[in-house]
């Protein structure tokens, strides 16, 4: 059984850092490119950061250089290391596997408020 679990989530101070993890199991996660979604209340799903099987790194335009996605798959787990937090980047965020198919997490809340 396909489960991306995401865990780390909460609220943080806008300036603050978060630490968020997906940790995956049962499919090849090595092979799997692995990215990070987020939605924001009344928006659209957007794509965060991405890192290929490979290890090659994408980010969205409005997290470059605040954000990093790396994986470790010798745990089987992708992360997204979060700072410089600002209050749009409040929203639910997914964690994404692609390859032949595609596996979506169910989510975790990340609130930036003072």
């Known amino acids: 059984q396909v489960q991306l679990v995401e865990s780390g989530g909460g609220l943080v101070q806008p300036g603050g850092s978060l630490s968020l993890s997906c940790a995956a199991s049962?499919?090849?996660?090595?092979?799997?490119?692995m990215s990070w979604y987020r939605q924001a209340p009344g928006k659209e799903r957007e794509l965060v950061a991405t890192?290929?099987?490979?290890?090659?790194?994408n980010y969205a335009d409005s997290v470059k250089g605040r954000f990093t996605i790396s994986r470790d798959n010798s745990k089987n787990t992708v992360y997204l290391q979060m700072s410089s937090v600002k209050p749009e980047d409040t929203a639910v965020y997914y964690c994404?596997?692609?390859?032949?198919?595609?596996?979506w997490g169910q989510g975790i809340q990340v609130t930036a408020s003072s």
């Open positions: 049962g499919f090849t996660f090595n092979i799997y490119t």
């Open positions: 994404r596997a692609h390859s032949v198919r595609v596996h």
């Open positions: 890192i290929s099987s490979g290890g090659v790194r």
